[in-house]
């Protein structure tokens, strides 16, 4: 059975850092392009990274870009999002997801997704 399982959310302060990870189940994640998306209250989904299957190409929604870092680990059946210099606008709760037909920013194109993590960045 397919599953993803978010982990490594919290409270930090604004220009701190965390790690989430997104452990993968049931899937390839070779075969498989991962996407990392948030959900702030009464927004939509943004997509905020993905992660290419073909060639480990990486993509990120211009609000992170040199601030979030995707990698994976097929290891370990995993992808992490390092989030660095976070900011008050970056709390959401965060969901990763997986996609077999490609990387894309569109929530609607990724057929399996995690229960999410909880990011909220305060002083």
């Known amino acids: 059975q397919e599953q993803l399982v978010e982990s490594g959310g919290g409270l930090v302060q604004p220009g701190g850092s965390l790690r989430l990870s997104c452990r993968v189940s049931g899937l390839d994640l070779d075969g498989t392009n991962i996407g990392w998306f948030r959900q702030a209250p009464g927004r939509e989904h943004e997509g905020v990274s993905c992660i290419s299957r073909l060639d480990g190409t990486t993509y990120y929604a211009d609000s992170v870009k040199g601030r979030f870092t995707i990698a994976k680990d097929s290891a370990k059946n995993t992808v992490y999002l390092q989030m660095n210099s976070l900011k008050p606008e970056d709390t959401a709760v965060y969901y990763c997801?997986?996609?077999?037909?490609?990387?894309?920013?569109?929530?609607?194109?990724?057929?399996?997704w995690g229960q999410g993590t909880q990011v909220t960045v305060s002083s």
């Open positions: 997801a997986a996609n077999p037909i490609g990387p894309t920013a569109v929530a609607t194109t990724y057929d399996y």
